[in-house]
């Protein structure tokens, strides 16, 4: 039966998550120069519309219909055959379906959206877009319907994601590992600055992550009430722990804390708690994310001296986040929080541990190869870089004929 106040919160829910997309776009945007703020927005902002008709066409019949072998579902719910105003119970008894559906829609959306900075400044837009369309059908929705689809293999199995560790930040930042290497490096790597041109901006997008993450958390409950409610706290308190620990890691060691610093760790926590925000209790929220800021800012500062050019630091932050969080679940959850879990390694299940990391190991080997192989095929079909004369000129010219500031 229908829950008004459940509906209505995680309605609510999917409109915070979906904006998270110009919070994203913001973020993203100050980071790159002036002349390619406008394509860095756009990006974003375009697969709103792009994967939004995508997952009401096939993607949601993918993810979440009805399974095939455990690896897929059908595509029994095409347009939304099927998928009604009442309550579909593998999924929720008390909000409608396409409550459910949509909620899950901003996932999709969101999820390729964070692959872009790992080819800021540098990618053709045309290829961007067929890109994204192909990732989300041969990525995404495998992953999606594994850990969360009735019938998903990984789900079976045991393995825990309350909110997207394995299924968008792990995906997405193995995918931008992967993007990185493929696309190459901007014009001038290691040769010049490549200096953020509005971290105002930055900080602004950050906020309004943080803000619509806990419709992400929270709302993963599928309900108003006290599991929303555990989700909520430990998203909070696992971002600041992480901002915190950012800073404080940077501090000794570049000697100064910085505002990209602060922002940068906020985002790690909130990737680190994603997965575990519903089986953790605010202690063990603390301790994920002030190691999440610590483990990222460490791991962005390994890039330089790995030399792969992911510009806007992707891998960093969503991989090596998400990777850590993926695992922490494994160690921290707890069926005191959530009676519905299981417990992890500290509260006497190691076996959990072992499930995590194997749910981790699978999807970057999937999410790695099928990423590779679109890239190559797009490369050789269609090209993935812009000339070397556009890219000096600015992707805000070369591609859309525009310009973010007058001055």
């Known amino acids: ?23 994203l776009a913001l973020f993203y945007g100050g980071l790159v120069r002036t002349k390619n703020v406008l394509a860095t927005l756009m990006q974003n902002f375009i ?17 979440f219909g009805p399974d095939l072998g455990g690896f897929i579902g059908s595509l029994d719910w095409f347009g939304l055959n099927g998928v009604g105003l009442e309550p579909f119970n593998d999924y929720s008894q008390t909000i409608p379906h396409q409550a459910f559906m949509i909620f899950q829609a901003m996932f999709a959306i969101i999820t390729p959206a964070l692959i872009t900075g790992a080819w800021a400044e540098r990618l053709k837009f045309s290829t961007y877009l067929v890109f994204t369309l192909l990732w989300a059908t041969l990525v995404y929705d495998p992953i999606a319907h ?6 998903g293999w990984l789900k079976d199995l045991g393995a825990l994601d309350f909110a997207g560790g394995t299924v968008v930040h792990i995906n997405a930042g193995v995918a931008a590992l992967v993007a990185s290497l493929v696309v190459g490096r901007r014009q001038g790597y290691a040769k010049e600055a490549f200096i953020p041109h509005n971290l105002t901006m930055t900080i602004l ?30 998203t909070h308190v696992a971002t600041g722990a992480a901002a915190l620990g950012w800073i404080i890691t940077e501090w000794f060691v570049r000697g100064k804390p910085t505002s990209l610093g602060a922002a940068s760790g906020a985002l790690a926590g909130l990737v680190a ?52 969080g993926a695992l922490a679940t494994g160690l921290f959850a707890s069926t005191a929080v959530n009676p519905d879990g299981v417990n992890g390694l500290f509260f006497g299940n190691p076996a959990q541990l072992g ?10 080997v999937y999410a790695g190869i099928v990423s590779w192989v679109i890239l190559k095929v797009l490369d050789l079909v269609m090209g993935l870089r812009v000339t070397v004369e556009d890219e000096i000129a600015g992707l805000d010219l070369s591609e859309h004929q525009e310009a973010g500031y007058s001055l």
Do not use: E, R
């Open 1 to 23: 039966m229908v829950n008004p106040a459940d509906t209505a919160f995680v309605l609510f829910s999917a409109a915070l998550v979906m904006l998270m997309l110009p919070g």
């Open 47 to 63: 697969i709103l519309g792009l994967i939004g008709i995508q997952w009401v066409l096939i993607g949601y019949s993918l993810a």
């Open 146 to 151: 594994w850990v969360w689809g009735s019938g």
């Open 205 to 234: 997008g950050a906020g309004l992550l943080w803000f619509g993450w806990f419709g992400f958390n929270a709302g993963s409950a599928l309900a108003s009430g006290s599991l929303a409610t555990t989700a909520f706290v430990a």
């Open 273 to 324: 708690i994603t997965p575990a925000a519903g089986f953790v209790g605010p202690m063990s929220s603390i301790i994920i994310g002030a190691l999440a800021g610590v483990l990222c800012y460490l791991a962005v500062l390994a890039k330089v001296k790995l030399g792969y050019d992911d510009a806007l630091d992707v891998v960093g932050v969503h991989g090596v986040g998400g990777l850590w």
């Open 355 to 364: 499930i995590q990391a194997l749910a981790v190991l699978v999807v970057m």
